[in-house]
């Protein structure tokens, strides 16, 4: 008895599913928010999703300030002319959040009752891993068809090339460390970099390899200290030495190795803390073209009735990667570019 009544039910849940995507197909009405950290590239994305929803015939409401901005209902209205000289603009125009709340169920009910009242019947959500974990439940518990671009200079996403953001922060990194070369070549001291990537080193990874960096230090690996200290006595005194070391380092980041460094060997060292500086900035063409392009597939998906998942390129082709992956897979650099950074350094 419990059994076939279970079963009726998820009978009904199907079919409610079904007619959900199908009646997704002939969208009037999407609603566009950024979520999460920043990101370069994010604009791009904004602008195109709105340009080519247009075209389509699809009004664009754009969600304020993120998660946060949904929960509250602060939509407003998108159009072509909003979006005019904002592919070079780091940051988001429409605002985002970190929002912790969200974790609240009657919060996330509160988010889909906004988007009925405000007749929004597809979402595009441009954001980093948290986001895509929010977006997966508004999906589960609401039905709320949502697609995903993903955005995070960490690159942490798994199942694509590389997220949004992810190159300018590179590059923003990589010159700020040209610049500390100059200041450590003249000085001959040892500077230890601390780049952004909480789980993840690929900032890290490929900002070391292109700066010249000495030793590059990633959340994947253990440092050896002992061998970082004999390749430093190798250099010599009064000789430059740059360490690139990820916020997500064991040790802790660059202020501890270098506190580890003077209290063990009795090393001077100096420190810089890239912070904030990696997520802003005009974006790189490559991140214009891959917020722009995966803007207009974005839309695309939703109007292919696809929802609960991201769009991306991987390996030259389009992908739609379920959020669900997120659940099961951190993406971190693989063990092959973490050999390949030590016989580069
Ligand atoms: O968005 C990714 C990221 O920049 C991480 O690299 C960093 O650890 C974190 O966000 C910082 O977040 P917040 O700006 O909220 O302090």
């Keep these: 008895m419990l059994a076939e009544s279970r079963s009726s039910l998820q009978t009904v849940f199907c079919i409610f599913v079904f007619l959900r995507l199908e009646f997704g197909k002939g969208m009037q009405r999407i609603g566009l928010l950024t979520s999460g950290g920043?990101?370069?590239?994010?604009?791009?994305?904004?602008?195109?999703?709105?340009?080519?929803?247009?075209?389509?015939?699809?009004?664009?409401?754009?969600?304020?300030?993120?998660?946060r901005g949904l929960a509250a209902g602060d939509f407003i209205p998108l159009g072509r002319l909003d979006t005019v000289d904002i592919i070079g603009r780091?940051?988001?125009?429409?605002?985002?959040?970190?929002?912790?709340?969200?974790?609240?169920?009657?919060?996330?009910?509160?988010?889909?009752?906004?988007?009925?009242?405000?007749g929004i019947e597809g979402v595009i959500i441009c954001g980093g891993e948290g986001s895509f974990k929010a977006a997966h439940t508004l999906w589960q518990e609401h039905q709320?068809?949502?697609?995903?671009?993903?955005?995070t200079i960490d690159n942490d996403i798994p199942g694509i090339d590389e997220s949004l953001g992810f190159d300018t922060a590179v590059n923003?990194?990589?010159e700020a460390i040209d610049k500390i070369r100059d200041t450590a070549e003249s000085h001959g001291r040892i500077f230890f970099v601390e780049v952004m990537g909480r789980w993840s080193g690929y900032i890290a990874l490929y900002a070391g390899i292109a700066g010249g960096a000495e030793y590059i230090a990633l959340p994947e690996e253990r440092t050896d200290f002992q061998s970082l200290y004999e390749e430093i006595q190798r250099i010599g005194p009064?000789?430059?030495?740059?360490v690139v070391?990820?916020?997500?380092?064991?040790?802790?980041?660059?202020?501890?190795?270098?506190?580890?460094?003077r209290e063990q060997y009795g090393i001077e060292s100096r420190v810089t803390?890239?912070?904030?500086?990696?997520?802003?900035?005009?974006?790189?063409?490559?991140?214009?073209?891959l917020g722009s392009f995966l803007g207009k597939v974005a839309v695309d998906a939703l109007l292919e009735g696809k929802t609960d998942g991201y769009v991306g390129q991987h390996q030259g082709q389009l992908t739609f990667v379920?959020?669900?992956?997120?659940?099961?897979?951190?993406?971190?650099?693989?063990s092959v570019y973490v050999e390949l950074a030590k016989w580069l350094v």
């Design 38 to 67: 920043d990101a370069p590239g994010m604009n791009a994305c904004i602008r195109a999703v709105v340009r080519y929803a247009e075209r389509r015939g699809i009004e664009v409401q754009g969600i304020r300030s993120g998660l």
């Design 144 to 151: 709320i068809p949502i697609v995903g671009v993903p955005a």
């Design 238 to 242: 009064d000789r430059r030495v740059i």
């Design 245 to 261: 070391v990820a916020e997500g380092d064991e040790k802790g980041g660059a202020l501890a190795f270098a506190e580890y460094f």
């Design 273 to 289: 803390l890239l912070g904030h500086i990696q997520r802003g900035g005009s974006p790189t063409v490559r991140d214009r073209l």
């Design 90 to 118: 780091g940051g988001t125009i429409l605002g985002t959040s970190r929002f912790p709340d969200f974790l609240h169920p009657s919060v996330r009910a509160r988010c889909a009752e906004q988007l009925h009242r405000a």
């Design 322 to 334: 379920p959020f669900e992956t997120l659940e099961r897979y951190r993406r971190i650099v693989p």
């Design 172 to 174: 923003t990194a990589m």
